[in-house]
């Protein structure tokens, strides 16, 4: 059971926009902005797209766009584009016992 | 640009203790701008982040596998170490080594070594 709740899978046809969530509590993401995704392709190592709830950094296209309001975070792609297609974790920082936190992973699939 | 790369051993046997170092190439582990830390992947299944180290030494674990588990820094080698005592085959997974931003007010793992796959059997 992952602290943070993602669900399981999304999808959407190219060039329309899907939403991911990440819902936690007040002692994770509803307390603190060091929400961050990531991005992971089958057999790679996962890829930061969006820190400290949303900010991209260099390279990550504008398409993906970061949020959060009270204890749930959300990761909107907009345009989808057939290499979008992975899995998407968010992480957050939950204080200075339990420290970082992921979620459980959401697929997403580019119809 | 900085550079992350896991080494190891890929099978461990039961109850032993598993070990492994990350390489940072590219920059100095002795920046001030990071944290250092692993971060887990079993089969198929999401990431689970282990423990973190500053260049200083100080250390910040997963509460659930504090009592296995140890990171250390060595900075004349550019390198820090994760080692995971009584291992088991709920231990197997990908084994990842991150750098995790640590300027005010940011925070994030920006930086990813490729992974290690470690099976424990006997």
């Known amino acids: 059971q992952s602290a943070l709740t993602q669900p399981r899978s999304v999808s959407g046809s190219p060039g329309q926009s899907v939403t991911i969530s990440c819902t936690g509590t007040?002692?994770?993401?509803?307390?603190?902005?060091?929400v961050s995704w990531y991005q992971q392709h089958p057999g790679k190592a996962p890829k930061l797209m969006i820190y400290?709830?949303?900010k991209r950094p260099s390279g990550v296209p504008d398409r993906f766009s970061g949020s959060k309001s009270g204890n749930t975070a959300s990761l909107t792609i907009s345009g989808l584009q057939a290499e979008d297609e992975a899995d998407y974790y968010c992480?957050?920082?939950?204080?200075?016992?339990?420290?970082?936190?992921f979620g459980g992973g959401t697929k997403l699939t580019v119809l | 640009q900085l550079q992350l790369q896991e080494s190891g051993p890929g099978l461990v046997k039961p109850s032993e203790t598993l070990s492994l170092t990350c390489t940072v190439s590219g920059g100095s582990i002795s920046s001030s701008s990071y944290y250092w830390g692993w971060i887990r992947q079993p089969p198929g299944k999401g990431l689970e982040w282990i423990g973190s180290?500053?260049?200083?030494?100080?250390?910040y674990y997963n509460p659930s596998l504090k009592s296995r588990v140890t990171i250390s820094v060595d900075t004349s080698k550019n390198q820090f170490s994760l080692k995971l005592s009584s291992v088991t085959a709920a231990d197997t997974a990908v084994y990842y080594c991150?750098?995790?931003?640590?300027?005010?007010?940011?925070?994030?793992?920006?930086?990813w070594g490729q992974g290690t796959m470690v099976t424990v059997s006997s």
């Open positions: 400290d709830v949303s």
């Open positions: 992480c957050s920082y939950a204080g200075s016992y339990t420290f970082w936190v």
């Open positions: 180290i500053y260049y200083s030494g100080s250390t």
């Open positions: 007040s002692s994770d993401v509803g307390g603190y902005n060091y």
């Open positions: 991150a750098s995790l931003i640590a300027a005010a007010g940011t925070s994030a793992f920006d930086i």
